[in-house]
């Protein structure tokens, strides 16, 4: 496609120049490519009705995760909650509520005071349960450093640090290094 610069009521605008009439001023468009509405409108849907999918996933990338009715209704109030009431849903999953069993953990993380991360965080590794790595990248450095801490004084066996890699700071790394250098 080809435009002309014009101006018309004062202002500049361009308008289309059919093929073959072109002039000095003319102006050639790159094709600028489509949206795709279809994907747009397959992911509103899948936020609408609680579906979720993630190419990173270690499931199979053709099957979507559900989530439970619960946690999709909580995604969809966390944004308009204060503080307060976050922090208070955070201290019922802490104190194993009932009321707020099955929840997904990381699905909520991005909502969530750094502090908060870090409780749900500890407690997950207290717990003995494997640590989801879709939480790690919400715990703040400081925590993970108490972490590698702890682990390299023998309190987490279980844990892969290799997971944590990218998240911690430089101190936390060379710590690891050189608890590692000095393994026999």
Same mark, same amino acid.
């Given at each position: 496609?080809?435009?002309?610069?014009?101006?018309?009521?004062?202002?500049?605008?361009?308008?289309?120049?059919?093929?073959?009439?072109?002039?000095?001023?003319?102006?050639?468009?790159?094709?600028?490519?489509?949206?795709?509405?279809?994907?747009?409108?397959?992911?509103?849907?899948?936020?609408?009705?609680?579906?979720?999918?993630?190419?990173?996933?270690?499931?199979?990338?053709?099957? @979507?995760?559900?989530?439970?009715?619960? !946690?999709?209704?909580?995604?969809?109030?966390?944004?308009?909650?204060?503080?307060?009431?976050?922090?208070?849903?955070?201290?019922?999953?802490?104190?194993?509520?009932?009321?707020?069993?099955?929840?997904?953990?990381?699905?909520?993380?991005?909502?969530?005071?750094?502090?908060?991360?870090?409780?749900?965080?500890?407690?997950?590794?207290?717990?003995?349960?494997?640590? !989801?790595?879709?939480?790690?990248?919400?715990?703040?450095?400081?925590?993970?450093?108490?972490?590698?801490?702890?682990?390299?004084?023998?309190?987490?066996?279980?844990?892969?640090?290799? @997971?944590?890699?990218?998240?911690?700071?430089? !101190?936390?790394?060379?710590?690891?290094?050189?608890?590692?250098?000095?393994?026999?």
């Amino acid at each position: 496609m080809k435009l002309k610069k014009t101006i018309l009521n004062g202002q500049t605008v361009y308008i289309e120049v059919p093929e073959g009439e072109e002039s000095g001023d003319t102006v050639e468009v790159i094709s600028i490519p489509k949206i795709d509405m279809s994907a747009i409108n397959k992911a509103a849907n899948a936020f609408r009705h609680g579906h979720h999918h993630d190419k990173d996933d270690d499931e199979d990338e053709s099957e @979507e995760k559900h989530f439970s009715p619960k !946690t999709h209704k909580l995604l969809r109030m966390l944004p308009f909650l204060d503080e307060e009431d976050i922090h208070a849903l955070v201290d019922k999953i802490l104190a194993s509520d009932k009321a707020v069993e099955g929840l997904d953990l990381a699905a909520m993380m991005p909502f969530l005071e750094e502090e908060d991360c870090d409780r749900l965080f500890l407690r997950s590794l207290e717990s003995g349960g494997e640590v !989801t790595m879709n939480i790690v990248p919400f715990v703040s450095e400081s925590c993970l450093g108490n972490v590698i801490d702890a682990y390299i004084g023998g309190k987490y066996p279980n844990l892969d640090v290799d @997971e944590l890699y990218p998240f911690l700071d430089s !101190t936390s790394l060379k710590k690891l290094l050189q608890h590692e250098l000095s393994k026999e």
